[in-house]
């Protein structure tokens, strides 16, 4: 079965940190562009953080400084360290794995989402 599971949310105070953890099983996500997008209630998802296969990376203009991508692909697995964490960055976090070949057939996933609740 192929699947991307999100782990490593929770309830933490303003100035705090959390890493977040997509682990892919079924396939590999060395070929895969990866992403962290959030969805926080009312709004749309967002773009938060994108590593392609090659490790380059970019970032949200509101996370910018703050939140680091890195993938581990021997243990298959994509990270998101977020620290200096604020209340407005409270959403569901997804993970998102995405590639392409060279037919141009598509392969598109997405994990179930972790909440992450920045509150004092």
């Known amino acids: 079965q192929l699947q991307l599971v999100e782990s490593g949310g929770g309830l933490v105070q303003p100035g705090g940190s959390l890493r977040l953890s997509c682990a892919a099983s079924?396939?590999?996500?060395?070929?895969?562009?990866m992403g962290w997008y959030r969805q926080a209630p009312g709004n749309q998802r967002e773009l938060v953080a994108a590593?392609?296969?090659?490790?380059?990376?970019n970032y949200g203009d509101s996370v910018k400084g703050r939140f680091t991508i890195s993938r581990d692909n021997a243990k298959n697995t994509v990270y998101l360290q977020m620290n200096s964490l604020k209340p407005e960055d409270t959403a569901v976090y997804y993970c998102?794995?995405?590639?392409?070949?060279?037919?141009?057939?598509?392969?598109?996933?997405w994990g179930q989402g972790t909440q992450v609740t920045v509150s004092s």
């Open positions: 590593i392609t296969s090659g490790g380059s990376t």
């Open positions: 079924g396939f590999t996500l060395e070929y895969y562009a």
């Open positions: 998102n794995a995405h590639r392409q070949v060279i037919s141009g057939i598509k392969y598109d996933y």
